[in-house]
């Protein structure tokens, strides 16, 4: 979700346009003078089709988890961890191929919004610990699942810019979504990490998590301090690393659980 092109600035001769925002969905702060920050180098070249391979490839890893593992709990959030991931990226291919637009922005909302309540579960699956937190987590995501589909003045917006999709919601709900989403997230990170210390017999699957939501969560926040990209790009860039995040999930995080829970392969 980089942010679009800077005001006097157009895309290289090379590059194909990409398609107009989404019709009848109004995005402010994308573009313009708002969307980028002081100084940002502008990023080009974003085709839908880059959405779709990605679709493609977490899609497969998920029906590859449920194929090779035992269903056990563990294997069932990483099958939605995977399948939450999947969604989003189908839903930007079809906004920026401009069909539905009102069905596909509220559906990438709603994929994206339980990833931190997935990894906390995680936590707490491999730990025994902090269900309550968990319950929360859960329950703020809901709430906010809720307002995205609900409350009027929590309107989503979108636009599809070079490299990625702008998504944003009305404020203030903005900057009480980015709260939720990053301080979830920080908290698990941290909350593994001590756990990881605490415990030798799962100390590699929980680095592993680690390692899987590090993946996407650090390499967006260095982008956005070096006003690279606006913060309206969060979710798109996030759910683009997390091509990774999903890679050592099935590659790492599975087998290691595995070995350590004995529920290993079919």
């Not at 009102?102 to 707490?124: E, N, V």
Request: aromatic fraction near 12%; include cysteine; charged fraction near 10%.
């Amino acid at each position: 979700m980089p942010r679009g092109p800077h005001p006097t600035t157009g895309p290289p001769a090379s590059c194909t346009a990409p398609p107009a925002a989404v019709p009848a969905i109004p995005l402010g702060g994308i573009g313009g003078a708002s969307g980028i920050g002081r100084g940002a180098t502008p990023l080009y070249c974003y085709t839908p089709l880059l959405s779709l391979a990605t679709f493609t490839i977490e899609l497969s890893l998920a029906l590859y988890v449920l194929v090779r593992y035992r269903p056990t709990a563990f294997l069932r959030l990483s099958f939605a961890f995977l399948a939450c991931l999947a969604l989003f990226q189908l839903s930007e291919f079809r906004l920026c191929a401009a069909t539905s637009a009102s069905y596909w922005l509220p559906l990438a909302f709603l994929a994206i919004t339980p990833l931190p309540a997935i990894g906390q579960h995680m936590l707490a699956r491999l730990t025994d610990r902090y269900w309550r937190l968990t319950v929360a987590i859960y329950a703020v995501a809901a709430a906010f699942e809720l307002g995205f589909l609900l409350l009027p003045r929590a309107r989503l917006m979108a636009a599809c810019q070079p490299l990625y999709v702008g998504l944003t919601t009305g404020s203030p709900y903005w900057n009480a979504y980015s709260l939720y989403y990053l301080g979830a997230l920080g908290l698990t990170l941290l909350l593994a990490l001590h756990q990881s210390r605490r415990s030798l017999q799962l100390r590699r699957p929980l680095r592993w998590l680690m390692l899987a939501y590090a993946s996407f969560l650090l390499p967006t926040l260095l982008l956005l301090a070096a006003h690279a990209v606006a913060r309206t790009s969060i979710p798109s860039i996030m759910c683009a690393f997390a091509l990774i995040a999903a890679a050592l999930v099935v590659g790492r995080l599975l087998p290691n659980y595995g070995e350590t829970r004995r529920l290993w392969l079919r």
